[in-house]
């Protein structure tokens, strides 16, 4: 379980692909190889890291964030528990870096939580950090080099606020910026609210929910951001998800039900004609509860494999080696 993956389902369901139709109604190329439960609460968020050859995913709850060692992924084994102060939603999200956790929530009072795994494996994990300095809440974060970046916080809900992670413990505030007022110079009635950010090569992607758009934004002077350009995607623009080359993103809204998953290409992005273009969209028939009410939520890439999760439809596969042209090699329904 390399990967990163976020399985919108009741439990921890770890599986592999396979050139065998498991269940037709359940699974195409896919099995489960194992299966995580602890206290059977509703799980939100899910990220991996490899430390000393040794698999791990990190799971978050309502109330709990878990470590768990999935190198045998018939048999994951707990290897710690945290529950934050503040903590009660089931909104949360997780990176790493430098042997490091780091985990917020959205719509609770838990700020900012550091986890230590630097002694795994065979150590224990450790909190190193929690505190509300920074903002009591954010929906997503990224980690790019030193630079840690929120978005959808309390303290600047139309922006992102940039913590400098240099020393992993100890985060200092590096830039909280109001991206509509960057850009225009005053408030205006667009709302730039981001949902969800990942930062490459000194570009911010992000997906800008009501605003509808999905933008890029030039970080690499953090103390002076500048818009880049966008693309309106139509409806909610919740995640998005770029090739490991950048030159194209996967985008999905999330509201209304039934939307396509579409395929932007991204061209000069960090040149003089910056811009994005609508390549295609895709959408293919799921089994619960009917196609029509698929609803993508987060899509993932690693190398020519796109990973996308659905609320109703479970975690799906495509071969995006031609990458304006994914192919869907596998599913399987968590959904229950």
């Known amino acids: 379980m390399k990967d990163l993956l976020f399985l919108p389902a009741l439990f921890i369901a770890i599986m592999s692909i396979t050139s065998v139709v498991y269940s037709q109604n359940q699974s195409w190329n896919m099995m489960e190889e194992g299966s995580y439960d ?22 978050g709850s309502v109330s709990t964030i878990y470590v768990v060692d999935v190198s045998d992924c018939s048999d994951p084994v707990e290897v710690a ?3 934050p102060a503040g903590s009660n939603n089931i909104w949360r999200d997780f990176k790493t870096a430098d042997n490091h956790i780091y985990g917020v929530c959205d719509n609770c009072g838990e700020g900012l939580v550091i986890l230590d795994y630097s002694a795994l494996p065979g150590g224990s994990v450790t909190q190193v950090y929690s505190s509300t300095e920074f903002f009591t809440r954010a929906h997503n ?11 959808g916080t309390n303290v600047e809900p139309e922006g992102i606020v940039i913590l400098n992670i240099a020393d992993p413990a100890n985060p200092v505030l590096e830039q909280s910026v109001n991206l509509d007022i960057q850009r225009h110079g005053t408030s205006t009635s667009t709302n730039y609210y981001i949902h969800d950010i990942n930062v490459r090569n000194d570009i911010a ?30 409806n909610y623009t919740h995640s998005s998800w770029n ?60 190398g020519d494999t ?9 975690i799906h596969i495509y071969d995006v080696s031609d990458a304006d042209d994914p192919e869907h090699i596998g599913y399987f329904d968590t959904y229950s």
């Open 243 to 302: 090739t490991d080359d950048n030159k194209y993103t996967y985008v999905c809204e999330e509201v209304p039900i039934g939307m396509p998953v579409q395929v932007l290409k991204l061209d000069d992005l960090g040149g003089n004609n910056p811009e994005i273009f609508f390549e295609g969209s895709f959408k293919d028939p799921l089994e619960a509860p009917a196609h029509t009410n698929s609803r993508p939520h987060n899509p993932f890439v690693k």
């Open 306 to 314: 796109l990973f996308i999760s659905y609320y109703h439809d479970g």
């Open 38 to 59: 602890p206290i059977g609460e509703d799980y939100n968020d899910i990220w991996g890291f490899e430390k000393g050859g040794s698999e791990y995913a990190i799971l």
């Open 205 to 234: 992607y992000c997906s800008h929910g009501a605003w509808t758009h999905f933008a890029a934004w030039d970080v690499e002077d953090l103390a002076d951001i500048k818009f880049i350009t966008s693309y309106e995607t139509g």
């Open 141 to 151: 974060i990224f980690i790019d080099g030193k630079f840690l970046y929120a978005v």
């Open 81 to 83: 528990s945290f529950q």
